[in-house]
């Protein structure tokens, strides 16, 4: 039985989102159940960039140690133009006497999710976590939410949707999810071949018309790690063809081929693809149900900011559910400062400068795309302009700016 007799809080959905705020809370000493449709933890090889707040947060949670003996620090990040060569670096340890972490922690998503599901297991025992629990049903009334997952019937004091882009949670309230979706798929790709002899730093983006990229180093078994490349593909062209092995060779020689002129075939050890949104829920919350991560919230990956934004939303969503379990506050005034807080920050903050990004990079236009890059190079050049650069880019002032919301 639940402390005081109240129903536990139920959250769908044991990615990354879920997982964080279920730790939030049992550190905290409120139950609650963590309901997830696969039979065990996914293996996602997207997200894997770590921004300076984010850090901050998950180091509060008792994960820096663990993430830092698994991850790459990574205080330096480039723009290139792949004719030209470098146009920019940024460095964080500018940002050394705003946060204790100022580099970016490259650890992929499905490294982030054992660690959280382990400091669980051993310090939050008021969580449990039941795999093969799809939600199916979601029903909400005065006192609290009921749902049906996995043939189970749940009944909680409230309910977290953190069950991803296609939230059953967010359908069951009926909140719209507007935005886009980009035409191009993007790909994926990792090669063992070391792009820092080469003079890539850790994370870097490669901008072109037809030929733009991401460029990330991310960890692996043994040196030099696994480096880790994406770009769009042609919507119209089958995906097995985007996917053969000659095809991604000839792109990545294409993307690469100021840096390695001539290259010869890269060792490559995966290769997917999936298609990117641009979206955001008509509100966070509705009643005792709210949302977070990407059943809120979706973005292309060009700036890391979606799985940041969401462990965001999983740490402010638990400090508004903490306050309410143990001190009674209204749920309704401390879910509507939630709505707040995180809604426009997500618009303003990771929409804006996540669309941006990707423009910058594909713009076709060569007039727009000379004065963006030298308005780059500029930015980068001058003290004060990149360091209200890196306060953006690393999230510092999306922070900021949600805590100074009431």
């Excluded at 663990?66 to 470098?86: F, N, S, T, Y």
């Excluded at 049903?137 to 309910?159: C, I």
């Excluded at 749920?331 to 990771?350: E, F, G, H, M, S």
Aim: aromatic share 6%; net charge negative; hydrophobic share 40%.
């Amino acid at each position: 039985m639940p402390a005081h007799g109240r129903d536990p809080i139920l959250i769908a959905g044991g990615g990354p989102t879920g997982l964080a705020l279920a730790l939030k809370l049992g550190l905290a000493d409120v139950p609650c159940v963590v309901l997830e449709s696969e039979s065990a933890l996914t293996h996602d090889l997207r997200a894997g960039s770590f921004h300076p707040p984010t850090l901050e947060m998950l180091a509060d949670l008792g994960l820096e140690e663990a993430m830092h003996a698994r991850g790459l620090k990574v205080p330096v990040w480039q723009i290139r133009d792949r004719i030209e060569g470098v146009i920019a670096e940024f460095d964080l340890s500018m940002l050394s006497d705003v946060t204790q972490f100022p580099y970016r922690l490259h650890l992929e998503q499905h490294r982030l999710t054992p660690l959280l599901l382990g400091r669980i297991q051993d310090a939050a025992p008021s969580i449990t976590v039941r795999f093969n629990a799809p939600v199916s049903k979601v029903e909400q009334d005065a006192d609290g939410v009921t749902v049906q997952a996995g043939g189970e019937s749940y009944r909680g004091s409230f309910l977290a949707g953190c069950d991803g882009a296609k939230s059953v949670v967010r359908q069951a309230v009926n909140i719209s999810f507007d935005g886009f979706t980009w035409p191009e798929r993007f790909l994926v790709a990792s090669t063992t071949f070391d792009l820092a002899t080469v003079g890539f730093a850790g994370a870097g983006y490669v901008a072109d018309p037809e030929h733009w990229a991401a460029v990330f180093r991310v960890p692996d078994e043994g040196p030099p790690g696994l480096w880790r490349i994406a770009y769009g593909t042609d919507p119209d062209e089958p995906e097995a063809d985007v996917l053969a092995s000659n095809a991604i060779q000839k792109r990545l020689k294409i993307i690469l081929q100021h840096a390695i002129p001539g290259a010869g075939d890269f060792t490559l050890k995966y290769a997917s693809t999936y298609r990117v949104h641009q979206r955001v829920a008509d509100q966070f919350h509705a009643g005792r149900i709210a949302l977070a991560g990407d059943a809120a919230h979706i973005n292309n990956p060009l700036g890391g900011f979606g799985l940041n934004g969401s462990i965001h939303d999983a740490v402010n969503l638990g400090e508004k559910l903490i306050e309410i379990w143990h001190n009674g506050a209204d749920y309704r005034t401390l879910l509507d400062l939630y709505d707040r807080q995180r809604r426009p920050i997500n618009i303003k903050a990771v929409q804006a400068m996540s669309i941006r990004n990707k423009r910058l990079l594909d713009e076709k236009d060569p007039t727009i795309r000379k004065a963006s890059l030298n308005e780059v190079r500029a930015t980068a050049t001058t003290p004060d302009k990149a360091r209200a650069y890196l306060l953006n880019s690393s999230m510092i002032n999306s922070v900021r700016d949600a805590a100074a919301i009431r």
